[in-house]
């Protein structure tokens, strides 16, 4: 176990964790402007650029994107980059632009004008879970829906920042935010995790709650706490029993309090063991570990 884990979380400053590698580079790109942070030589760096080629133009932002990414690496050979994956749900010139920003740091690695070892793309609701789970935060409300504050009250409790943009901008702290998931997950978790054997068996261990209202589940998985984790098993052809098994494998966590979207055909015979309502046509299932 390393040190990191055997101290108390809320002991534990961003630094902590920016010193388990030697160098990276975090990004969290958006249309218009670009938060990063760089970590090299024991050094913290960061600042937030903003293109300034015409959003219609779109070779001349890329091309501006390249030449931003090629001064920011320079010659230095970085041990990771870390940037936030394009999330859906916004129009679509806004994901056309993201998406074409998005992998040229891929293709500056590969043609060697910049020198990474690994790239890490991480999802936007994973890394803010994980950076919410190494601060120890706590929300002062029940459902806290404003995440960028919770991100800036995250990393308060980890050193970095006063709660405010007034000095520093919203984009450093979610790239910086970013960073300190990441790393949690990789170099505290796993370390965490390797003494202990995963519940994959959605039938033991695990108290489940029926809902036939999202929110009402969702009401329900704030009041039981821990780290909401959202899943839509919709289109799912196996049943419930073996997706959760692959779900807890994938993610490599079984501590989150879960929140499933499933049509009740596909619990299977969990429904009857549970005694759940099969006259739900969909079911919102909240499921968590009885004891962790």
């Known amino acids: 176990m390393s040190d990191l884990v055997a101290r108390s979380v809320s002991a534990v400053s961003y630094l902590d964790l ?18 990063w ?3 090299r030589d024991g050094n913290l760096e960061y600042g937030v650029y903003r293109v300034q080629a015409s959003k219609d133009d779109e070779v001349a932002r890329r091309r501006e994107f390249r030449e931003f990414l090629r001064s920011l690496f320079q010659d230095y050979h970085y041990d990771y980059l870390f ?3 394009v999330i859906g749900g916004v129009n679509f010139k806004t994901n056309k632009i993201l998406y074409q920003l998005n992998p040229i740091a891929d293709d500056l690695a590969d043609a060697g004008e910049i020198h990474v070892k690994e790239i890490i793309r991480e ?3 994973v890394w803010k879970s994980l950076l919410k789970k190494c601060a120890n935060y706590k929300s002062p409300i ?3 829906k404003d995440d960028k504050q919770v991100v800036r009250d995250s990393l308060f409790l980890l050193g970095f920042g006063d709660k405010t943009t007034t000095t520093i901008p919203e984009d450093v702290y979610d790239a910086l935010g970013m960073a300190v998931g990441v790393l949690f997950k990789r170099f505290v978790l796993k370390n965490e995790k390797a003494g202990r054997r995963l519940r994959t068996d959605i039938t033991r261990g695990y108290a489940i709650h029926q809902f036939d209202e ?6 329900c998985a704030n009041e039981v706490g821990g780290f909401i984790h959202n899943v839509d098993f919709t289109n799912i052809r196996r049943d419930l029993k073996a997706n959760f098994k692959k779900l807890i494998e ?12 499933i049509p009740t055909s596909k619990i299977g015979v969990l429904a009857l063991d549970k005694d759940l309502d099969l006259d739900y046509e969909i079911s919102y299932l909240v499921v968590y570990r009885k004891k962790r």
């Open 18 to 35: 920016l010193k388990l590698v030697p160098s990276f580079v975090s990004l969290d790109i958006s249309v218009n402007s670009t938060g």
């Open 37 to 39: 942070v760089r970590w």
């Open 83 to 85: 940037i936030e994956d």
């Open 123 to 125: 999802d936007n609701k």
């Open 142 to 144: 029940l459902s806290q």
């Open 214 to 219: 999202y929110y009402a589940a969702l009401d």
């Open 250 to 261: 994938e993610l490599g966590d079984d501590t989150k309090t879960f929140v499933i979207t």
